[in-house]
């Protein structure tokens, strides 16, 4: 006798409950913010690629003796050269695991990037930017590609009304004088 995952009679519910995609039925709206956060996962996980082989460079280089380095700053490196590649890949297949490995070293780089400015190339102060700017967009698209449809609370209801003021879907109101 075979199992399924709860609340699961066959085979062909268990598999439908670990496909990845749009859900069946889904609307045009939340398929479509379901497309862009995988987009986002994409474009991110080539950077941190980028990210991540920059960090071996240090380690192999043969011009910037990764030895001579200090303890703390070694383990940060070593501790980047993994992770992000780790995160990179965990985004590309939009995997739950990557989303948070991702999130990890994201705050890692703004605590190392806020106590050592030189570590990063650019400088401290673009890799907080930047993954401030990531971290931001990635909540909106998540909250977005999961919001339910029909479901609003008071945060949709405010943030939809920001949303349509900002791209001008709502005639602003005259000053009162």
Do not use: C, H
């Not at 995952?5 to 598999?15: F, K, M, Q, R, V």
């Not at 192999?60 to 990764?66: A, G, K, V």
């Not at 102060?125 to 931001?136: E, P, S, T, W, Y």
Request: proline share 5%; net charge positive; no cysteine.
């Amino acid at each position: 006798m075979k199992t399924y995952a709860p609340n699961t009679s066959n085979e062909l519910e268990y598999a439908a409950a670990i496909q990845v995609g749009a859900k069946p039925g889904a609307d045009v709206d939340q398929a479509r913010w379901t497309f862009l956060l995988t987009l986002f996962f994409r474009v991110v996980a080539l950077l941190w690629i980028v990210e991540g082989l920059d960090q071996w460079r240090r380690v192999l280089s043969s011009t910037d003796p990764f030895l001579d380095v200090s303890g703390a700053m070694a383990a940060a490196v070593i501790f980047f050269a993994v992770f992000d590649l780790v995160a990179a890949v965990g985004l590309w297949m939009v995997a739950p695991w990557g989303g948070v490995v991702w999130l990890l070293t994201l705050m890692a780089q703004i605590y190392v990037s806020a106590i050592k400015p030189g570590f990063f190339p650019g400088g401290g102060g673009l890799v907080k930017g930047v993954d401030a700017a990531l971290l931001a967009l990635y909540l909106f698209l998540s909250w977005r590609a999961n919001r339910v449809e029909g479901e609003t609370g008071a945060p949709d209801r405010l943030i939809d009304r920001a949303l349509a003021w900002l791209f001008g879907k709502v005639k602003r109101r005259p000053p009162v004088a």
